[in-house]
């Protein structure tokens, strides 16, 4: 969703830190974008719709100068994309200026008090009615502070919220609520931002804000207090020096260095991505304990959103076959339709990228509260699913900027399937000789991708689907979960309908639109060589069929002029290590499918990377 970054420096001008934190933060939104200032005594304030390259050359914000700013990129909830609704906002007076990410439940209700109270409000977002309700609580109020204690104590929903007023130059006011927000700790500045890569070109020392917190930065200092309750309380410096983390991700790894998109690089770095998975899990004592907790569970469930979702899948799969235990896959959104019948024994398997999606982080909560244990799977350290897990099991794929998840889902499955193995020694299902043998296997994981993404980029065409409107990518078994992936990939860049069901049901709806030219993938897995059958109805029916394979098993079909065959080298029978040569072909296929109709991948309409909203 939205991104933000505030900046308080002592003597150095905070604008390039600024724009650079835009830069950084902008697959996090990208409808429009702003900035404020403070400059002498008022606010300086650049807002526009758009992208953040046009919006800093058009208003020449690097020439802008001042010791305190805030940025913002957005990804719109309440009202469109407009130079009017973009952040940051202000309060009637233009004294206090206001950027936030979430969205204000009682929006309705506050915007009706404010207007009756004679507040101005000028655009549609629930933003505004922060900085108005501050305003209203000063005269109330012995202090800026007091004011926007008070404000946020009336707030429902979720927020991240940086606050500027010109009467106190030095500081920024923050408070978080479901929405993630950091402080970055520099020499002479701090920073405030909803996520890690803002402020990677600055400083690796982090705080990790916590719901219900909010406080103030200077250049020099950091004041944090918890909203109870019972009121206000106050976190003492000590206590917050040890929440300081040093993050280790680096600044090439967050650049696009010399990839004309992120996703490209990010397939790319998948073999150091999965081998890192791989090398940073096989000994850490949370996987071991993670299936320890597993393996002891009354009932398993998996739950996700998107692409960690599909991971999940995936698990399921290799826990009900190496592991002989079955487990439940459920949508994050959706946890209601199994929550009643969760409880004391269970364990919830939640996996998320980013560890902030909205969804599964009240999947989890309302998992946890009727008593089941949390083990998270996620890439970022600090993230709010790591703080609400009981064993966090770390992905250590480096960030992710593409809003099409690519590397993260091999990691994902990368984590899971080690997951697997040791519920599998520890149930006494595999012994250690067995797990030993397929570890050497999953080792060799990278070596296996990096070979199929050349191969992929030989095999898919540079301009793929034209003209396609809808297309159908099926699979049978393991094949089936990777089609769900690869049609979620083409649909959310290339604006392709591209629906996948498992093959086997073609017969009972989805082959009746099929007719002369329709195209039709397959990912065809070693363990479902029955897929054949449903490649013959769809040849009969005249599709365009091209499957897509791995090279260690025969499949009965011949190619011919409207059957293509993609083989992609696998030597090995294991079916832990099939999803490694065969998602690659469709990231690049539904990469090139959206450069060559116009798009930009790394920033697909309607999607942000991490969906903080309900
Ligand atoms: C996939 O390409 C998307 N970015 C999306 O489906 C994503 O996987 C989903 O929003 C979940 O995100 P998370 O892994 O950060 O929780």
Redesign the pocket.
């Known amino acids: 969703m939205c991104g933000i970054i505030g900046v308080c420096a002592l003597n150095r001008n905070v604008t390039p830190i600024i724009s650079l934190g835009l830069r950084r933060l902008e697959y996090r939104g990208y409808d429009s974008v702003g900035i404020a200032i403070v400059s002498g005594d008022g606010l300086i304030i650049r807002k526009a719709k758009g992208d953040v390259d046009s919006f800093l050359s058009k208003f020449k914000v690097e020439e802008l100068s001042g010791l305190t700013g805030l940025g913002h990129t957005r990804w719109a909830t309440h009202g469109p994309p407009s130079d009017v609704n973009a952040h940051p906002h202000t309060d009637c007076s233009g004294r206090i200026a206001i950027v936030h990410n979430g969205v204000i439940r009682n929006y309705n209700t506050i915007k009706r008090v404010l207007e009756l109270r004679g507040h101005r409000i000028a655009s549609e977002t629930d933003t505004e009615l922060i900085a108005h309700l501050i305003e209203d609580e000063m005269p109330f109020s012995s202090s800026f502070f007091e004011a926007f204690v008070r404000a946020i104590s009336r707030l429902e929903g979720s927020y991240a919220i940086a606050v500027i007023n010109v009467e106190e130059p030095n500081r920024i006011y923050f408070a978080r609520m479901k929405s993630p927000l950091i402080i970055g700790l520099g020499e002479g500045f701090n920073i405030v931002s909803s996520d890690i890569p803002a402020l990677l070109d600055y400083t690796r020392r982090v705080i990790v804000l916590e719901d219900g917190e909010l406080g103030w930065v200077t250049a020099t200092e950091v004041k944090l207090f918890k909203l109870t309750e019972l009121g206000l309380i106050r976190v003492e410096d000590d206590d917050l020096s040890t929440r300081v983390r040093f993050i280790e991700w680096s600044v090439e790894e967050a650049s696009k260095q010399g990839f004309p998109h992120f996703m490209l690089k990010e397939i790319f770095e998948q073999p150091y991505s999965i081998k890192s998975t791989y090398e940073g899990n096989v000994e850490d004592p949370a996987l071991r304990m993670a299936a320890s907790m597993l393996w002891s569970s009354r009932n398993i469930i998996v739950t ?7 991971a999940g899948l995936v698990f399921s799969y290799y826990l009900s076959r190496i592991a002989r235990r079955l487990s439940y896959n459920i949508i ?1 959104s959706e946890h209601k339709l199994i929550e009643d019948s969760v409880g004391k024994g269970d364990v919830v398997i939640a ?7 909205f ?2 982080l009240e999947a989890v909560r309302a998992f946890k509260a009727r008593g089941a244990r949390v083990i998270g799977v ?2 970022v350290v600090g993230s709010a ?1 790591s703080r609400e897990s009981d064993v966090v099991v770390y992905m250590r794929a480096g960030p992710e900027i593409g ?4 590397k ?2 091999t990691s ?1 499955i990368m984590s899971l399937s080690l997951l697997t193995l040791f519920a599998a020694l520890e149930g006494g299902v595999l012994d250690r000789s067995e797990v030993e043998d397929k570890l050497v296997k999953l080792s060799r994981a990278h070596e296996i991708t990096a070979k199929a993404i050349e191969e992929s980029l030989k095999h898919v065409p540079e301009n793929p689907l034209v003209g396609s409107k809808s297309i159908y990518m099926l699979g049978r078994g393991l094949g089936s979960l990777i089609a769900r992936e690869a049609a ?2 083409v649909k ?1 860049i290339a604006y392709i309908h591209a629906e996948s069901y498992p093959a086997g049901e073609s017969k009972h709806g989805p082959i009746a639109l099929v007719e002369k030219g329709f195209p039709v993938y397959f990912v065809a897995t070693s363990d479902s060589p029955e897929i054949a059958g449903n490649v013959m109805e769809m040849r009969a029916r005249g599709a365009h069929v091209t499957i897509v394979k791995t090279s260690n098993w025969r499949l009965d079909v011949e190619p011919g002029d409207s059957v293509e065959i993609v083989e992609i080298p696998l030597e090995d029978s294991e079916i832990l290590l099939e999803p490694y040569p065969l998602i690659p072909y469709f990231q690049v296929l539904a990469y090139r499918a959206s450069v060559a109709r116009g798009y930009n991948p790394d920033k697909p309409r309607n ?1 942000a ?3 903080t909203v309900e």
């Open positions: 996700g959103a998107g692409t960690s979702y599909h994050a996996i998320s990228q980013s560890g902030e999606t969804d599964t996620t890439n699913l809003v099409a998840a690519t993260t889902y994902q979620l990939k959310e999607l990377k991490t969906v």
